[in-house]
């Protein structure tokens, strides 16, 4: 079993639609939890970082972390055709010098 | 002003090779990365330098040897190559050498065995 599972899609939604992508863990011991997007043929682009359990929100973005269920959710409102892309989650314990990423879900957001 | 940058973007080139993949960030991060993404988009960590010193060197074959010159760089070259080790590359930094800090990418390198 893989330390960070991700559904790997693809997600297709009509635009203006809320979409939400989420991500489950097993090691308890991840505090820090973050979410890339990566656009075809570029690099993961930070989008949420978020430190232990609570909701944060940035523009049409919020990301939620569950550490009780070792669940965490990227929401996209009103969402966009320029938001079609790869979102992975990625996250780490207090101790490890590397993030763990989830394997990407595709999104892609019809006009 | 590009944060992190690699070259080359596309590298195409015979099995048995030997090549070299380069690495600048000008973000002032202490702490650089060498990721392979395969075809279904996972990212793995092949190595980490904090301060030009090795702290992450996962099970990967020896034919991969990263060297840093100075904080700024992180170079990676590749010996024999084979078939397998087409993939896209991505270079990342991230500040300090502590936990938990957010990484930043760059493009990639595109490399094709054939």
């Known amino acids: 079993q893989k330390e960070v599972e991700q559904d790997p899609g693809p997600l297709s939604v009509p635009e203006g639609a809320i979409v939400s992508l989420n991500c489950t863990y097993s090691?308890?011991?991840?505090?820090?939890f973050m979410w890339y997007r990566q656009y075809s043929r570029k690099g993961p682009e930070l989008l949420m970082y978020?430190?232990?359990?609570g909701n944060k929100e940035d523009g049409r973005f919020t990301a939620q972390v569950d550490k009780s269920s070792k669940y965490i959710s990227l929401f996209i409102r009103d969402s966009q055709p320029s938001d079609s892309a790869t979102y992975l989650c990625a996250m780490s314990s207090g101790s490890a010098r590397q993030l763990t990423f989830g394997s990407g879900t595709q999104l892609t957001v019809l006009p | 002003d590009t944060a992190v940058s690699q070259t080359p973007k596309y590298l195409v080139t015979q099995m048995g090779n030997d090549k070299s993949i380069k690495c600048e960030q000008n973000?002032?991060?202490?702490?650089m990365y060498w990721y392979k993404q395969d075809s279904k988009k996972f990212l793995k960590i092949m190595f980490s330098?904090?301060?030009?010193?090795?702290?992450i060197n996962e099970t990967v074959p020896n034919r991969f040897s990263p060297k840093s010159p100075d904080k700024a760089h992180l170079n990676l070259h590749i010996n024999s190559l084979e078939l397998g080790d087409s993939a896209v590359y991505f270079c990342?930094?991230?500040?300090?050498?502590?936990?938990?800090?957010?990484?930043?990418f760059g493009d990639g390198t595109r490399l094709s065995i054939l």
């Open positions: 330098y904090n301060n030009k010193e090795l702290i």
């Open positions: 090691n308890s011991a991840f505090q820090y």
């Open positions: 978020t430190y232990s359990s």
């Open positions: 973000l002032g991060h202490d702490t």
């Open positions: 990342a930094s991230s500040r300090g050498g502590a936990s938990g800090q957010p990484q930043h």
